[in-house]
């Protein structure tokens, strides 16, 4: 069964994007990101994986939560290139079914909104990139306030120019 994380940044409102797009521009974090991310498996909802370009990251297999791209398909696959290839499902349940009987030892649960908030609950770990500054957009992350310091603890902290990456686990 692997250890599900959550990786998000999100302004001191929790603000996480703007008409489909980050409200800011952090090629800094970006690169955390996909350092933190590669060779992992990414579950993310459809509106992420359309704000992405319909297509899998490089060097990660790609994994959507959406019950709008499996309507009347079939669930795995849907790009006939192997490289493009991603896999679809229906429901939180069918998610997590597939993945703990999958070899991944983590999943990443990468957005947007909706899917974080049905993960959370999930997660032995959470990534955050706290921005420094407010900024305007309309997606939230959900608020985990109540969760620190009693389901999860900070265990590292990272300081950068324009944002913080706090790591959180999960107090067994």
């Given at each position: 069964?692997?250890?599900?994380?959550?990786?998000?940044?999100?302004?001191?409102?929790?603000?996480?994007?703007?008409?489909?797009?980050?409200?800011?521009?952090?090629?800094?974090?970006?690169?955390?990101?996909?350092?933190?991310?590669?060779?992992?498996?990414?579950?993310?909802?459809?509106?992420?994986?359309?704000?992405?370009?319909?297509?899998?990251?490089?060097?990660?297999?790609?994994?959507?939560?959406?019950?709008?791209?499996?309507?009347?398909?079939?669930?795995?696959?849907?790009?006939?290139?192997?490289?493009?290839?991603?896999?679809?499902?229906?429901?939180?349940?069918?998610?997590?079914?597939?993945?703990?009987?999958?070899?991944?030892?983590?999943?990443?649960?990468?957005?947007?909104?909706?899917?974080?908030?049905?993960?959370?609950?999930?997660?032995?770990?959470?990534?955050?990139?706290?921005?420094?500054?407010?900024?305007?957009?309309?997606?939230?992350?959900?608020?985990?306030?109540?969760?620190?310091n009693t389901s999860f603890k900070l265990s590292s902290s990272t300081s950068y120019n324009d944002f913080q990456v706090l790591e959180y686990k999960r107090i067994s």
């Amino acid at each position: 069964m692997p250890e599900f994380s959550l990786i998000v940044a999100h302004d001191k409102n929790n603000l996480i994007g703007n008409k489909g797009s980050l409200p800011w521009k952090l090629p800094e974090d970006l690169r955390h990101f996909k350092q933190t991310t590669m060779g992992k498996p990414l579950l993310m909802g459809r509106k992420t994986f359309e704000s992405i370009g319909s297509k899998p990251l490089p060097g990660r297999p790609c994994y959507v939560l959406s019950k709008k791209l499996s309507a009347g398909r079939p669930l795995k696959n849907r790009l006939a290139n192997k490289e493009n290839a991603f896999t679809v499902f229906e429901s939180e349940t069918e998610a997590i079914s597939y993945f703990n009987t999958s070899d991944y030892d983590e999943v990443v649960i990468v957005g947007g909104a909706e899917t974080y908030k049905l993960f959370l609950p999930h997660c032995n770990r959470l990534i955050i990139s706290l921005v420094y500054g407010e900024f305007t957009g309309d997606t939230y992350f959900p608020d985990y306030s109540n969760l620190l310091n009693t389901s999860f603890k900070l265990s590292s902290s990272t300081s950068y120019n324009d944002f913080q990456v706090l790591e959180y686990k999960r107090i067994s």
